[in-house]
């Protein structure tokens, strides 16, 4: 079992950033690709970006390339999002996500944190 805990979500401007946090525990951090996700108002949870454990790489949603980043700290167990240049559209529920390196489904969920971006 991998259990995982979000933090860092708030209220903040257009324009604004934020850095989401998500504490893994349970089984060891490695050897699991770690996801972020969201759900906006009225909307399907759709992908944001991932950070693969093998070959060390990441990707993005279009709609947040080039203004969030995804990066992990094994010391730490944490992986985390740093969103920066929010806007109102990125207003949602942001959920972090594990799944065994190599799998197509994210098996451990956190309960998420609210990001509200404000025009």
């Known amino acids: 079992q991998v259990q995982l805990v979000e933090s860092g979500g708030g209220l903040v401007q257009s324009g604004g950033s934020l850095r989401l946090s998500c504490a893994a525990s349970g089984r060891t951090f490695s050897g699991y690709d770690m996801g972020w996700f969201r759900r906006a108002p009225g909307k399907e949870r759709e992908f944001v970006a991932v950070?693969?454990?093998?070959?060390?790489?990441?990707d993005y949603a279009d709609s947040v390339k080039g203004r969030f980043t995804i990066s992990r700290d094994y010391a730490k167990s944490t992986v985390y999002l740093q969103m920066n240049s929010l806007k109102p559209e990125d207003t949602a529920v942001y959920y972090c996500?594990?799944?065994?390196?190599?799998?197509?489904?994210?098996?451990?969920w956190g309960q998420g944190t609210q990001v509200t971006v404000s025009s």
């Open positions: 996500a594990a799944r065994y390196s190599g799998n197509n489904r994210y098996d451990y």
């Open positions: 950070d693969r454990w093998s070959g060390d790489s990441t």
